[in-house]
C-alpha cells in the first residue's frame, strides 16, 4: 500500500436515545466538581481509522463493527460543531496519547480482518463532549477538561475537534550511550543519578564507580539504568535492610531499651517481620518472603497463595491506570508462584471527597477524581479478569489528598509441588504477554521518590493502561504450562521489566539476551528503554528446549504472543546483546550484591503510648452527652459508611465460591467482617478466609499501638466468620513516608518492632511482605506533605468445614447477645472524636492490646465449631455502638443492650482491641459461656423483634432509635 | 451410559467456563471448553456436541460493546455450525456476556420482526448483586416446569435488555419468549423497580428464548448458584430455588 494513499477515517457513535446513563453520570461528576452552572454533558466515542476505505467499507465498520443500530447513530467524517438549535454547545474532544495501550484500537484492527476488511492499518479512539452552560467561559471549559474530561498523563483535548495521534516510527534506535563514571567527582556522579532518575546516593554511586574501575571501563545507559533498578528502593527494600542507629537511645526508657539492644537494628525486615515467622515455625507455611508470594498448604492436595502490593505513585497520578495496572501486577505475582488467581482484595486511602480547591495542592488532582478512578481501575482490571474482588476498606483522610494509597491484594491456589522455581543452564528466556513500549519507563526508581508538582509531567511515561483480557490469557497459558511441567522456572514482569524479571531469575546463574528479539508495540525503541520498560502484561519463563513445541502450541491457542530471547548460562554474567552487539555485560554477584548497606538515624518517638490529655476513658466523665447523634454521626462518617456504591461495582461472585459475601443480612447490605470462599478445585468441604486490619489515624498518634492494633483487627475479622485462629498466616504493607528523617524512621521502627511481638503473641507468622516509603509530596508552597503512617495488615485463613462460617447480620428476635475479650476502650484518635469533628481527636491514647485476646479467638472458635454462634462481628471503628447497630442493620432485627458499667461515653463509642459481640440462641447461652471459663465476656442484652435499637446503663436509657433510622445513616440517605 | 457432551465456548476474555462447566458436570453433563481458536484449527464436529453454553465473561474486553466482538466470531466462523445446533433443536444457552453475543448475533431473539439489543444498565454502571427471577416460559424448554422463582447473581454493565420498536414486546410476550423476568417484592414482577430489576431492561426481561424455545439467553448467572452455601442469605437459614434447576431442564431436554 502506497504511504500517500493513507486516510484518517473519522467516526462518530452517539446514542439514540434522549438519555443516556453516561452521559448523566459525567454531568454528575461535573457538578460535583463544582461545575454546577452546567446543564447538560452529552458523551459519544471517537473512533479513528487509518487506512485505505472504500464508502462500502466504512458502512460496514460503522454499522456492524463501531457502533450498535438498536440504540446508537454513527457519523462518518467531520462533524460541525459549535452551535446547536440556537443555545451555546461547547465541544471538548479528548483522544490518548501516542503509545498508551489502547485496547480497543486493537480490537478494531483485527475485528476487521476477520470481517475481510483490507485496507486497515492502525486505529485509534477518542471521545467527544457537547456541553451546554450558558455560563461558562474558555477559561473555565480548559479548567473542566483539565478536572474531569482529560488526563494530560494519557489523554490531549481540543477545544473542538481534534487529530488522533500514532506512534511516531521517527526516532532513531539502537543507540547506546556511554556515560562517564571513572574518575567523576561525587558532584558529578549525583547529578548523574538526579540526571536519569536513579534515585541513588552517594555511597551507592561510589560503589558503582568503585566496580567500574575494578572493570577498567565506564558504563552504557542501559548497564547503569540496570543497576539504578536493580538497586531501587522498590525492588531491593534498601531501607528495611539498612543498619538503623538510634539517635535517643540514651533518653529511652528502659522497656524500649531492651527492644532495642545497643541502640542498633540491622535489617528490620529480618529482625522483626522474618524472625517471627522463624519463631513461630509454623508447619502449614510452605513458602514465606522468597516467592513473589507468600505460600500456606490448604487442604492436602492445594496450596494457596497471597500477595498485596501497593500502587500509590501512579495512582496519584493517574488514578484509573494506576489502580488498574496495580491489580494486574499483583495478579502476576499470584500466577508467578504458578498459581491459578482465585480473590482480589483492595484498601483504598484517598484525601476527603467534600475537599475545597483552595485547600488542594499544585499539581495534585482532586481527590474525588483520584477516588472515582481508582475504584473504576480496580473494577475492571478485576471484573474483565474474571477474579472476584471480596474484602477490602475505603478511608478518607487529609493526609491522603497528595498520596493515595492503593492496596491491591490476589490470591491464588495451586496443586501441591507443582511450582517449579530453578532455571538450569540452556533454558530459553522465554517472554510471553503484551508487547513493549515505552510505557512504564523508570517506574521502579520513580516511586521511590518523593513528588513534586513536576512528577505528573515528567514521569508520566512511568503509568499505563492495563489490558486484563491479555493477562487472563497469560492465566490460562500458564496454568497449563504448569500442569504439564513445561518450565523449570517463572516470574512476573513488574517494576523495571525485563531487567527486573531476567536478573532477579538468572541471578544464581548468567543469561544471554537478544534484545531485538523482544517483540515492539513500534519500532524505535533504545535497548535500554527495551530491558527498563514496564508494559503490563508479561511474564518470563525459563523452558527447556524440548517443551518449546508444546508451549508455543498452548500459547497459540490462546492468542497469547511468545517470544524467546535468550538462554540461561553458567557464567555467572548477565549478557544483553543488541542486534548481537554487546550492550550489557554485568557481574551478577555486583548486581545483585554490591550494593551497600544503608545507614539511617532513627529518633524513637517517646510520647507515644502515653499520650496526655483528657480522655474520659481514663476516669473522666462526659456531660451532655447527645448518644443518639453520637452514634448517627458515627454510622454516616465517610470511614464507617456503607460501601456498596464500591462494593457493588466489583464482581464478587466470578468463580462461584464466595459463600460469605461482602456485604450480607437481610437485605444484602450488611458490612461482613471477612470473605469466606470456597475456591473451585478445592478438596473437601475446606475453605478460606480472608480479611484486613488498617488504621491510619492510630498511626498518626502511635505507630506501635497502630500496628499491634490493626494486626489484631485483622484476626478478629477472620475469627469472626470462622477461621481456625491456630491457622492464619498476615501480610505486612507499609506505607511510610520519607525514612531518611528520623522521626519517620522511629515510627517505622516501632511499627515492625509490634508486628513481631504481636505475631508472637498469636502466633500468627507472616507470610509475604512490601514496603512503600516516600510517600510524601513537596508542593509548591514548599511544605512536605506526608502521608499518615498507614500498615495495612491482610490475614489469609482456614477454615475445615465451611457449613461453620459465621455471618455478621442478626438472626432471630430472643437470642442474646454477648461481648466476648477484654472490654477496654480509648478515645484517643477514635471515630466518635473524628465524626464530631473535634479538637481533641487526637488526645489520649490508642487502645492497647491485651494479652487475653489469643485465648478469646480459641474460645470463640471452639464455639463456633459447636455451633453456639448465630451472628458474630468485631468493634473496630465506632467501638461496641456502631458493632451493634451495624448487626441489627445486617438482620433488620432490633436489641436491648444494658452496659455493664464505666462511663457510659466511653463504653459506647471508644474503641478497644481483642473484642467482638456475638448471638447465641437462648437454650445456647449456658454452653457459650462455658466456652468463655476464665475469659472476659458478659451478656450484654438481647435482639429484639421489633426493630428498636435500645442502649441504656444502669436503668438509664441512653439510645433509642429504630432500625430503619440506622439503616438511613449507615446509607447516608439524608 | 454415557453423559451428554456439553460444549462450552470460551473466546479470548471468557471468565465464567469453569463457573458454567461445574454447574454442567453437577446436571450430569460431560462439560468441554474449547477456545475458538482451537474449534477453528483443529475438526471439532459440533455434531457430537448435544448441548451447547455460551459462558459469561468480557469476550474481547467488551470493547466495542459487550459481547459485539464474539458475535462476529459466531457470524464469521461458525455461522453453520450454530445454525446447525439450532435449528436441530438442541439445548444452547447463553450466559452474561454469551446472552449478549447471541442477541448481536441475531441468534436471539430469533425473529425478523424484532430488532433487540442489550445496552448499558440503567444505572451508569457495572453491578453485581443477587436477583430473584420468575419463570415465565412453557415455550423454552430450559424453564419449562419450573414453578418456583430462581435465584442467582447478575454481574454486568451491559444487560438492559432493549427493543428498538418497544412496541414488538408484546409479540415476544404472545410467543412465550420471555423465559424469566426480575422479580420483586411479594413475588410478583419488579416492574422496573430498581435494584429488583437491576438494570432497567423493558418488561423487566432476564432472559429471552427463540420462538422454538431451546435456546436460551440471560444475564443472570444460574452457574453461581448450583449448591446452597453460594446463596448470599444461607446463614439465616434461606435457599431459594437453585440455579442448577436450569441446567437440569436443559439436560431433561435431550
Given at each position: 500500500?502506497?504511504?500517500?494513499?493513507?486516510?484518517?477515517?473519522?467516526?462518530?457513535?452517539?446514542?439514540?436515545?434522549?438519555?443516556?446513563?453516561?452521559?448523566?453520570?459525567?454531568?454528575?461528576d461535573?457538578?460535583?466538581?463544582?461545575?454546577?452552572?452546567?446543564?447538560?454533558?452529552?458523551?459519544?466515542?471517537?473512533?479513528f481509522?487509518e487506512?485505505?476505505?472504500?464508502?462500502?467499507?466504512?458502512?460496514?465498520?460503522?454499522?456492524?463493527?463501531?457502533?450498535?443500530?438498536?440504540?446508537?447513530?454513527?457519523?462518518?467524517?467531520?462533524?460541525?460543531?459549535?452551535?446547536q438549535?440556537?443555545?451555546?454547545?461547547?465541544?471538548?474532544?479528548?483522544?490518548?496519547?501516542?503509545?498508551?495501550?489502547d485496547?480497543v484500537?486493537?480490537?478494531?484492527?483485527?475485528a476487521?480482518?476477520?470481517?475481510?476488511?483490507?485496507?486497515?492499518?492502525?486505529?485509534?479512539?477518542?471521545?467527544?463532549?457537547?456541553?451546554?452552560?450558558?455560563?461558562?467561559?474558555?477559561e473555565?471549559?480548559?479548567?473542566?477538561?483539565?478536572?474531569?474530561?482529560?488526563?494530560?498523563?494519557t489523554?490531549?483535548?481540543?477545544?473542538?475537534?481534534?487529530?488522533?495521534?500514532f506512534?511516531?516510527?521517527?526516532?532513531a534506535?539502537?543507540?547506546v550511550?556511554?556515560?562517564?563514571i571513572?574518575?567523576?567527582?561525587?558532584?558529578?556522579?549525583?547529578?548523574?543519578?538526579?540526571?536519569?532518575r536513579?534515585?541513588?546516593?552517594?555511597?551507592?554511586?561510589?560503589?558503582?564507580?568503585?566496580?567500574?574501575?575494578?572493570?577498567g571501563?565506564?558504563?552504557?545507559d542501559?548497564?547503569?539504568e540496570?543497576?539504578a533498578?536493580?538497586?531501587s528502593?522498590?525492588c531491593?527494600?534498601k531501607?528495611?535492610?539498612?543498619r538503623?542507629?538510634?539517635?535517643?537511645?540514651?533518653?529511652?526508657?528502659?522497656?524500649?531499651?531492651?527492644?532495642?539492644?545497643?541502640?542498633?537494628?540491622?535489617?528490620?525486615?529480618?529482625?522483626?517481620?522474618?524472625?517471627?515467622?522463624?519463631?513461630?515455625?509454623?508447619?502449614?507455611?510452605?513458602?514465606?518472603?522468597?516467592?513473589?508470594a507468600?505460600?500456606?498448604?490448604?487442604?492436602?492436595?492445594?496450596?494457596?497463595?497471597?500477595k498485596?502490593?501497593?500502587?500509590?505513585?501512579?495512582?496519584?497520578?493517574?488514578?484509573?491506570?494506576?489502580?488498574?495496572?496495580?491489580?494486574?501486577?499483583v495478579?502476576?505475582?499470584?500466577?508467578?508462584?504458578?498459581?491459578?488467581?482465585?480473590?482480589?482484595?483492595?484498601?483504598?486511602?484517598?484525601?476527603p471527597?467534600?475537599?475545597?480547591f483552595?485547600?488542594?495542592?499544585?499539581?495534585?488532582?482532586?481527590?474525588?477524581?483520584i477516588?472515582s478512578?481508582?475504584?473504576?481501575?480496580?473494577?475492571?482490571?478485576?471484573?474483565k479478569?474474571?477474579?472476584?474482588?471480596?474484602?477490602?476498606?475505603v478511608?478518607?483522610?487529609?493526609?491522603?489528598?497528595?498520596?493515595?494509597l492503593?492496596?491491591?491484594?490476589c490470591?491464588?491456589?495451586?496443586?501441591?509441588?507443582?511450582?517449579?522455581?530453578?532455571?538450569?543452564?540452556?533454558?530459553?528466556?522465554?517472554?510471553?504477554?503484551?508487547?513493549?513500549?515505552?510505557?512504564?519507563?523508570?517506574?521502579?526508581?520513580?516511586?521511590s521518590?518523593t513528588?513534586?508538582?513536576?512528577?505528573g509531567?515528567?514521569s508520566?511515561?512511568s503509568?499505563?493502561?492495563?489490558?486484563?483480557?491479555?493477562?487472563k490469557?497469560?492465566?490460562?497459558?500458564?496454568?497449563?504450562?504448569?500442569d504439564?511441567?513445561?518450565?523449570?522456572?517463572?516470574?512476573?514482569?513488574?517494576?523495571?521489566?525485563?531487567?527486573s524479571?531476567?536478573?532477579e531469575?538468572?541471578?544464581?546463574?548468567?543469561?544471554k539476551?537478544?534484545?531485538?528479539?523482544?517483540r515492539l508495540?513500534?519500532?524505535?525503541l533504545?535497548?535500554?528503554?527495551?530491558?527498563?520498560?514496564?508494559?503490563?502484561e508479561?511474564?518470563?519463563?525459563?523452558?527447556?528446549?524440548?517443551?518449546?513445541?508444546?508451549?508455543?502450541?498452548?500459547?497459540?491457542?490462546?492468542?497469547?504472543?511468545?517470544?524467546d530471547?535468550?538462554?540461561?548460562?553458567?557464567?555467572?554474567?548477565?549478557?544483553?546483546?543488541?542486534?548481537?552487539?554487546?550492550?550489557?555485560?554485568?557481574?551478577?554477584?555486583?548486581?545483585?550484591?554490591?550494593?551497600?548497606?544503608?545507614?539511617?538515624?532513627?529518633?524513637i518517638p517517646?510520647?507515644?503510648?502515653?499520650?496526655?490529655?483528657e480522655d474520659?476513658?481514663?476516669?473522666?466523665?462526659?456531660?451532655?452527652?447527645?448518644?443518639?447523634?453520637?452514634?448517627?454521626?458515627?454510622?454516616?462518617h465517610?470511614?464507617?459508611?456503607?460501601?456498596?456504591?464500591?462494593?457493588?461495582?466489583?464482581?464478587?461472585?466470578?468463580?462461584?465460591?464466595?459463600?460469605?459475601?461482602?456485604?450480607t443480612?437481610?437485605?444484602?447490605?450488611?458490612?461482613?467482617?471477612?470473605?469466606?470462599?470456597?475456591?473451585?478445585?478445592?478438596?473437601?468441604?475446606?475453605?478460606?478466609v480472608?480479611?484486613?486490619?488498617?488504621?491510619?489515624?492510630?498511626?498518626?498518634?502511635?505507630?506501635?499501638?497502630?500496628?499491634a492494633?490493626?494486626?489484631?483487627?485483622?484476626?478478629?475479622?477472620?475469627?469472626?466468620?470462622?477461621?481456625?485462629?491456630?491457622?492464619?498466616s498476615?501480610l505486612d504493607?507499609?506505607?511510610w513516608?520519607?525514612?531518611?528523617?528520623?522521626?519517620?524512621?522511629?515510627?517505622?521502627?516501632?511499627?515492625?518492632?509490634?508486628?513481631?511481638e504481636?505475631?508472637?503473641?498469636?502466633?500468627?507468622?507472616?507470610?509475604?511482605?512490601?514496603?512503600?516509603?516516600?510517600?510524601?509530596?513537596?508542593?509548591?508552597?514548599?511544605?512536605?506533605?506526608?502521608?499518615?503512617?498507614?500498615?495495612?495488615?491482610?490475614?489469609?485463613?482456614?477454615?475445615?468445614?465451611?457449613?461453620?462460617?459465621?455471618?455478621?447480620?442478626?438472626?432471630?428476635?430472643?437470642?442474646?447477645l454477648?461481648?466476648?475479650?477484654?472490654?477496654d476502650?480509648?478515645?484517643?484518635?477514635?471515630h466518635?472524636?473524628?465524626?464530631?469533628?473535634a479538637?481533641?481527636?487526637?488526645?489520649g491514647?490508642?487502645?492497647?492490646?491485651?494479652?487475653?485476646?489469643?485465648?478469646?479467638?480459641?474460645?470463640?472458635?471452639?464455639?463456633?465449631?459447636?455451633?453456639?454462634?448465630?451472628?458474630?462481628?468485631d468493634?473496630?471503628?465506632?467501638?461496641?455502638?456502631?458493632?451493634?447497630?451495624?448487626?441489627?442493620?445486617?438482620?433488620?432485627l432490633?436489641?436491648?443492650?444494658?452496659?455493664?458499667?464505666?462511663?457510659?461515653?466511653c463504653?459506647?463509642?471508644?474503641?478497644?482491641?481483642?473484642?467482638?459481640?456475638?448471638?447465641?440462641?437462648?437454650?445456647?447461652?449456658?454452653?457459650f459461656e462455658a466456652a468463655?471459663?476464665?475469659?472476659?465476656f458478659?451478656?450484654l442484652?438481647h435482639?429484639?423483634?421489633?426493630?428498636?435499637?435500645?442502649?441504656?446503663?444502669?436503668g438509664?436509657?441512653?439510645?433509642?432509635?429504630?432500625?430503619?433510622?440506622?439503616?438511613r445513616?449507615?446509607?447516608?440517605?439524608? | 451410559m454415557?453423559?451428554?457432551?456439553?460444549?462450552?465456548?470460551?473466546?479470548?476474555?471468557?471468565?465464567?467456563?469453569l463457573?458454567?462447566?461445574?454447574?454442567?458436570e453437577?446436571?450430569?453433563?460431560?462439560?468441554?471448553?474449547?477456545?475458538?481458536?482451537?474449534l477453528?484449527?483443529?475438526?471439532?464436529?459440533?455434531?457430537?456436541?448435544?448441548?451447547?453454553?455460551?459462558?459469561?465473561?468480557?469476550?474481547?474486553?467488551?470493547?466495542?460493546?459487550?459481547?459485539?466482538?464474539m458475535?462476529l466470531?459466531?457470524t464469521?466462523?461458525f455461522?453453520e455450525e450454530?445454525?446447525?445446533?439450532?435449528?436441530?433443536?438442541?439445548?444452547?444457552?447463553?450466559?452474561c456476556?454469551?446472552?449478549?453475543?447471541?442477541?448481536?448475533?441475531?441468534?436471539?431473539?430469533g425473529?425478523?420482526d424484532?430488532?433487540?439489543?442489550?445496552?448499558?444498565?440503567?444505572?451508569?454502571?457495572?453491578?453485581?448483586?443477587?436477583v430473584?427471577?420468575?419463570?415465565?416460559?412453557?415455550?423454552?424448554l430450559?424453564?419449562?416446569?419450573?414453578?418456583?422463582?430462581?435465584?442467582?447473581?447478575?454481574?454486568?454493565?451491559?444487560g438492559?435488555f432493549?427493543?428498538a420498536?418497544?412496541?414488538?414486546?408484546?409479540?415476544?410476550?404472545?410467543?412465550?419468549?420471555?423465559a424469566?423476568?426480575?422479580?420483586?417484592?411479594?413475588?410478583?414482577?419488579?416492574?422496573?423497580?430498581?435494584p429488583?430489576?437491576?438494570?432497567?431492561s423493558?418488561?423487566?426481561?432476564?432472559?429471552?428464548?427463540?420462538?422454538?424455545?431451546?435456546?436460551?439467553?440471560?444475564?443472570?448467572?444460574?452457574?453461581?448458584?448450583?449448591?446452597?452455601?453460594?446463596?448470599?442469605?444461607?446463614t439465616?437459614g434461606?435457599?431459594?430455588?437453585?440455579?442448577?434447576?436450569?441446567?437440569?431442564?436443559?439436560?431433561?431436554?435431550?
Open positions: 500500500m502506497l504511504q500517500d494513499a493513507l486516510r484518517v477515517y473519522r467516526f462518530t457513535v452517539r446514542p439514540r436515545s434522549a438519555t443516556d446513563p453516561r452521559s448523566d453520570a459525567c454531568l454528575a461535573a457538578h460535583a466538581l463544582g461545575f454546577t452552572g452546567i446543564q447538560s454533558i452529552a458523551v459519544q466515542d471517537l473512533y481509522i487506512g485505505q476505505l472504500t464508502p462500502e467499507d466504512q458502512k460496514a465498520l460503522a454499522e456492524r463493527l463501531l457502533s450498535d443500530p438498536v440504540t446508537q447513530a454513527v457519523q462518518i467524517g467531520a462533524v460541525a460543531d459549535g452551535a438549535a440556537g443555545r451555546q454547545v461547547w465541544v471538548v474532544e479528548t483522544a490518548l496519547r501516542a503509545g498508551v495501550t485496547p484500537a486493537e480490537q478494531i484492527v483485527r476487521a480482518r476477520v470481517m475481510h476488511i483490507q485496507g486497515v492499518r492502525r486505529a485509534s479512539t477518542g471521545q467527544r463532549f457537547l456541553i451546554h452552560c450558558p455560563t461558562l467561559d474558555e473555565g471549559l480548559h479548567l473542566l477538561a483539565k478536572r474531569l474530561l482529560a488526563n494530560p498523563v489523554q490531549r483535548y481540543e477545544l473542538g475537534s481534534i487529530e488522533p495521534s506512534p511516531s516510527e521517527a526516532e534506535s539502537a543507540r550511550d556511554r556515560l562517564r571513572c574518575g567523576c567527582d561525587d558532584e558529578a556522579l549525583l547529578a548523574l543519578s538526579q540526571e536519569r536513579a534515585a541513588l546516593d552517594l555511597t551507592e554511586m561510589r560503589a558503582i564507580q568503585r566496580y567500574c574501575e575494578a572493570e571501563r565506564d558504563l552504557t542501559i548497564e547503569f540496570m543497576i533498578q536493580t538497586w528502593e522498590h531491593v527494600h531501607t528495611f535492610k539498612a538503623v542507629e538510634i539517635e535517643n537511645y540514651a533518653d529511652l526508657p528502659a522497656q524500649f531499651k531492651g527492644a532495642y539492644p545497643g541502640g542498633v537494628v540491622d535489617n528490620l525486615m529480618r529482625t522483626f517481620l522474618k524472625a517471627a515467622t522463624d519463631r513461630i515455625a509454623a508447619p502449614w507455611v510452605r513458602s514465606a518472603f522468597v516467592d513473589n507468600g505460600i500456606v498448604a490448604f487442604d492436602g492436595a492445594n496450596e494457596i497463595s497471597f498485596v502490593e501497593t500502587h500509590n505513585h501512579p495512582s496519584a497520578i493517574e488514578p484509573f491506570g494506576g489502580a488498574n495496572t496495580g491489580v494486574g501486577g495478579i502476576r505475582d499470584v500466577l508467578g508462584v504458578s498459581a491459578r488467581p482465585i480473590a482480589a482484595t483492595d484498601v483504598l486511602c484517598f484525601g471527597q467534600e475537599l475545597p483552595e485547600r488542594l495542592p499544585e499539581g495534585v488532582l482532586h481527590p474525588r477524581r477516588f478512578g481508582v475504584v473504576a481501575g480496580v473494577q475492571d482490571y478485576g471484573n479478569i474474571g477474579i472476584p474482588t471480596v474484602n477490602g476498606a478511608l478518607f483522610d487529609e493526609g491522603f489528598t497528595s498520596n493515595p492503593v492496596y491491591c491484594g490470591v491464588g491456589i495451586a496443586p501441591l509441588n507443582l511450582h517449579r522455581r530453578t532455571p538450569h543452564p540452556g533454558d530459553r528466556v522465554v517472554v510471553i504477554g503484551g508487547r513493549t513500549g515505552r510505557d512504564g519507563l523508570r517506574g521502579a526508581t520513580f516511586s521518590m513528588m513534586d508538582a513536576q512528577t509531567e515528567v508520566g511515561a503509568v499505563q493502561i492495563g489490558a486484563p483480557i491479555t493477562e490469557g497469560l492465566i490460562e497459558v500458564v496454568v497449563r504450562a504448569r504439564e511441567g513445561l518450565y523449570s522456572a517463572i516470574t512476573d514482569c513488574g517494576a523495571g521489566g525485563l531487567s524479571a531476567v536478573g531469575m538468572s541471578s544464581s546463574l548468567g543469561a539476551v537478544e534484545l531485538s528479539d523482544v508495540k513500534y519500532p524505535g533504545a535497548p535500554w528503554e527495551i530491558w527498563l520498560s514496564e508494559a503490563q508479561r511474564m518470563v519463563l525459563a523452558i527447556p528446549p524440548k517443551n518449546m513445541a508444546r508451549f508455543a502450541e498452548i500459547c497459540s491457542v490462546f492468542d497469547v504472543e511468545l517470544t530471547i535468550g538462554e540461561f548460562t553458567a557464567g555467572g554474567r548477565l549478557v544483553v546483546t543488541y542486534s548481537g552487539k554487546a550492550v550489557l555485560d554485568l557481574d551478577n554477584r555486583f548486581l545483585h550484591h554490591g550494593i551497600p548497606q544503608r545507614n539511617l538515624k532513627a529518633r517517646l510520647a507515644a503510648g502515653h499520650c496526655p490529655g474520659c476513658c481514663r476516669g473522666g466523665y462526659t456531660e451532655n452527652v447527645d448518644y443518639t447523634a453520637g452514634l448517627l454521626a458515627l454510622l454516616s465517610p470511614n464507617i459508611a456503607s460501601k456498596a456504591g464500591v462494593v457493588r461495582i466489583y464482581d464478587h461472585e466470578v468463580q462461584g465460591g464466595t459463600l460469605i459475601k461482602p456485604l443480612g437481610a437485605e444484602d447490605d450488611g458490612p461482613s467482617d471477612a470473605a469466606v470462599l470456597r475456591p473451585l478445585g478445592a478438596v473437601g468441604p475446606h475453605a478460606i480472608l480479611s484486613n486490619g488498617v488504621n491510619p489515624e492510630y498511626g498518626k498518634l502511635d505507630a506501635y499501638r497502630m500496628a492494633s490493626v494486626i489484631d483487627e485483622a484476626l478478629r475479622n477472620a475469627v469472626a466468620v470462622g477461621a481456625d485462629p491456630a491457622r492464619i498476615l504493607n507499609f506505607c513516608g520519607d525514612p531518611t528523617r528520623p522521626e519517620t524512621m522511629g515510627s517505622l521502627l516501632e511499627a515492625a518492632r509490634a508486628c513481631y504481636t505475631a508472637l503473641l498469636f502466633g500468627a507468622p507472616f507470610i509475604s511482605g512490601k514496603d512503600s516509603l516516600n510517600n510524601e509530596y513537596l508542593a509548591a508552597d514548599g511544605l512536605r506533605h506526608s502521608i499518615p503512617p498507614t500498615l495495612v495488615v491482610s490475614a489469609l485463613g482456614v477454615m475445615d468445614d465451611l457449613s461453620k462460617a459465621v455471618s455478621m447480620d442478626l438472626k432471630q428476635a430472643g437470642d442474646a454477648y461481648l466476648v475479650g477484654r472490654h476502650p480509648r478515645l484517643g484518635a477514635s466518635y472524636r473524628l465524626a464530631g469533628g479538637q481533641e481527636a487526637y488526645d491514647e490508642v487502645p492497647p492490646l491485651d494479652a487475653s485476646a489469643p485465648a478469646v479467638y480459641r474460645a470463640l472458635h471452639a464455639a463456633i465449631q459447636k455451633g453456639l454462634v448465630r451472628a458474630c462481628h468493634l473496630s471503628e465506632g467501638g461496641l455502638g456502631v458493632a451493634a447497630a451495624e448487626m441489627c442493620i445486617g438482620g433488620r432490633g436489641a436491648e443492650i444494658e452496659l455493664a458499667g464505666g462511663e457510659p461515653l463504653a459506647l463509642f471508644g474503641e478497644t482491641n481483642g473484642c467482638l459481640l456475638a448471638e447465641v440462641r437462648p437454650e445456647h447461652e449456658a454452653a468463655f471459663e476464665g475469659l472476659s458478659q451478656r442484652g435482639v429484639r423483634g421489633d426493630e428498636e435499637f435500645r442502649v441504656s446503663m444502669n438509664r436509657g441512653l439510645i433509642d432509635l429504630p432500625v430503619a433510622a440506622l439503616v445513616a449507615w446509607k447516608r440517605e439524608g | 454415557h453423559k451428554p457432551r456439553v460444549l462450552i465456548l470460551h473466546a479470548t476474555g471468557t471468565n465464567r467456563d463457573d458454567a462447566a461445574q454447574a454442567v453437577l446436571a450430569g453433563g460431560q462439560a468441554e471448553i474449547r477456545h475458538v481458536n482451537q477453528r484449527s483443529e475438526r471439532t464436529r459440533w455434531e457430537d456436541f448435544q448441548m451447547l453454553v455460551v459462558p459469561g465473561g468480557f469476550s474481547y474486553a467488551d470493547a466495542l460493546g459487550a459481547g459485539k466482538l458475535a466470531d459466531l464469521s466462523y455461522a450454530v445454525n446447525a445446533f439450532v435449528d436441530a433443536g438442541k439445548p444452547v444457552i447463553g450466559i456476556n454469551g446472552f449478549q453475543a447471541l442477541v448481536k448475533a441475531g441468534v436471539l431473539p425473529r425478523s424484532v430488532q433487540a439489543t442489550l445496552t448499558f444498565n440503567q444505572s451508569g454502571h457495572f453491578e453485581c448483586r443477587w430473584r427471577l420468575l419463570p415465565r416460559s412453557e415455550t423454552c430450559w424453564t419449562r416446569g419450573l414453578t418456583e422463582p430462581v435465584d442467582c447473581p447478575v454481574a454486568h454493565g451491559e438492559r432493549t427493543l420498536d418497544a412496541a414488538r414486546l408484546a409479540a415476544l410476550l404472545a410467543a412465550g419468549q420471555v424469566l423476568v426480575y422479580a420483586g417484592p411479594g413475588g410478583r414482577a419488579a416492574e422496573g423497580v430498581y429488583h430489576n437491576p438494570n432497567g423493558i418488561g423487566d426481561i432476564a432472559g429471552v428464548c427463540n420462538p422454538q424455545g431451546n435456546v436460551l439467553g440471560l444475564m443472570p448467572h444460574p452457574e453461581d448458584h448450583i449448591l446452597p452455601h453460594q446463596h448470599p442469605r444461607w439465616r434461606a435457599g431459594g430455588c437453585l440455579g442448577l434447576k436450569l441446567f437440569q431442564n436443559g439436560m431433561k431436554a435431550l
